[in-house]
Structure formats: C-alpha cells, structure tokens
C-alpha cells in the first residue's frame, strides 16, 4: 500500500510537536500487525513494515519452514515453500507479501489511535523530564482542587498536576479554588505511565527561592544564605553572609523602607522574618539568632555544641518567645543547644561555673 498522506502527516508531527516520526515506528508496526490479524482470524505470523522513504506500508506473512506436515499456521512444509522460494531451507522463516483487502481503513484507524497514544506518552515524558529539571525550583501555580486535605495545583504553562500534601501546606493558610500561589517544587516521581510533582509552601526551600527573586544581591552571590530555620506561617530566621565588608547584608535583604523583606512575608502570609547576620564565631552567632531579645553573654557550656546565653530580666520571654519559638529556632538555625537563662538567675555565679 503506498500512502503518502500518511507518512507527510508524520513529518508534521515531528515539526509540529518536535516528536521524531521513527518513534512511531515500531509501536505503528506492532499495532497495523495485530489489527490485521483481527481483522482477517489469520493466526500466522504477520509482519507490517513501514517505509518512509518509499511511503509504502507493506504487509507481510512470516511461517516457519519444516520437514513434514505443519503443526500450526506459522508453519510451512518444505515441499510448498520450495514453490514460492526455490533456495528456500527447512528451518528458515519464510516471507511473503501479501496484499490485504479493504486493510486501508482499517490501518487509519489503527493509525491515528496509535498517534494519539504515543503522542500522550511522549509529552507525558517530556513533561516529566521538564519537571525533573526543577526539583528545587520556585514555580507560579493555580489551585484547581481539593480533595480530603490535599491541594492540587496547576504548575505553570505546562500545566503539570502538583500536589500539595498537609504536611507540605503553610497550618495559618487556608487555600481557595483558582488562588494563585507560589509552590516549592520538592520531588518529581515517576510512576510508570504517570507522573507526580510534590510541592511545598511550608519548605525552607522556598523561604530561599524567594530572597534569591527578591535580593538582586543574593541572586548575584554577593550577599550568601548561611542557613535558615523555618516555623511556617509563623516565623522564619534567615542568616546571611558577605564576603565584601562594604556590603550591608541585612540591608540588602531587608530594602528600603523594608519592601523586599516585606514582599516575601506578604507571600507567606504575613509570617514574621528575622534577618540575622551569619558569624563564624559561634557564640556571637547564637547571640544573634536569639534576635529580637538582646543577649548580655553567651558561653560555652560541657557537652557538645551546648551553650548559655544571659539575657536581661526583661528579655527572657522575647528570648524564649511564645511556646519557646524563637529559643528553637534559633536552636536549629546554630544548631547548637541553647540553655538561656535571665541574668537574676545566674547572680553571684562565678565566671568559672558558668563556663
């Protein structure tokens, strides 16, 4: 059968779609072959080949030839196959063309559900190995439903189905049908014929993405994140670094009049940040993580990475904060053990027993 309408519409596939016509091939052939068999009861073998260099689809009966009387009808005597090929041997597969009737329709049919698949597949790969290339990425998506806690989201023009589990969702948030959100791109899993994109709001990885949009200077490698410890919806600390003493860090982070810091807390549903100048020296460091409280002196203590801080009378609430939040975060972004004791407390203790 020549069908050059066919192998023209497969040419545009692969300009249209960027999808190479030889993948089609095989999957095409295998389909053409089954449906011929269908179509007639032939229980030989049946081989269709495809040219697409001649644009002929071409149809063909494969037995195998034997000594004696055939078993099945995928075999051939020797006897009669000497009379379709004369150099033919017991034991060769012999190959004969045949011309199927009304086979036309059918191989369209055939055809275009094959395409239709593979063309699912194959942007479905596509898709996939375009999601995996952003694991860790800060992608735009739209709420499109939500069913038994979970939140399944639109992902950018591709529009990949990303999931939102509770455990991934800001507690303080509360999501609406078609809002707008920005979502942390965790993991890409394959499952066979589908794929699933895990997304997260509460991740300190997105807390990190958004500075990097909103900081020109951190994007630039100007301004480094040292670390960040994160009470979603609640409250974040972010340590930065420069290298460059010129450059005010916590400034660059914060902008002016505070619109980048406020940007970022406005995406996250008003959840309070903390800013605080990274220092290698560990004991000046814990003393800034327990930012807003002012610390009168932080000392290392027996044990490993355990230290005090003194903070006035007054400050002892700010220092632990509401439930000790801001003690353990400030623990998790030294990670350092942080005992923190107000200064009546510790009166008349000799700086020997303190340290």
Known sequence: MINKDFFLALEELEAQKGIMGETFIEALENALGFAYKRQTGDASGIEVKLSP?????KVYSTKL???GEPESE???????????KKTV???DVLRTEIIPKDFGRIAAQTAKQVIMQKLKEVERENMAQEFEDKEGELLTSVVRRIENGNVYVEIGQAQMEGVLLPKDQIPTEKYELNQKLKVFVKKVKNYGKSTQVMVSRSSTGLVKRLFENEVPEIKQGI????AIARDPGRRTKIAIYSEDKSVDAVGACVGQNGMRVNAICQELGGEKIDIILWSEDPLEFIAKALSPAKVIKVTEVEGENSARAIVPDDKLSLAIGRDGQNARLAVRLTGWKIDVKNESSVLGTTEGDLQ
Request: neutral net charge.
């Open 223 to 226: 301004v480094l994140i040292k």
């Open 74 to 84: 995928k075999e051939i005597s020797y006897e009669d196959a000497k009379l379709i």
């Open 89 to 91: 041997k017991v034991g």
């Open 65 to 67: 030839v034997v000594e």
């Open 53 to 57: 260099e001649k644009n002929t689809i």
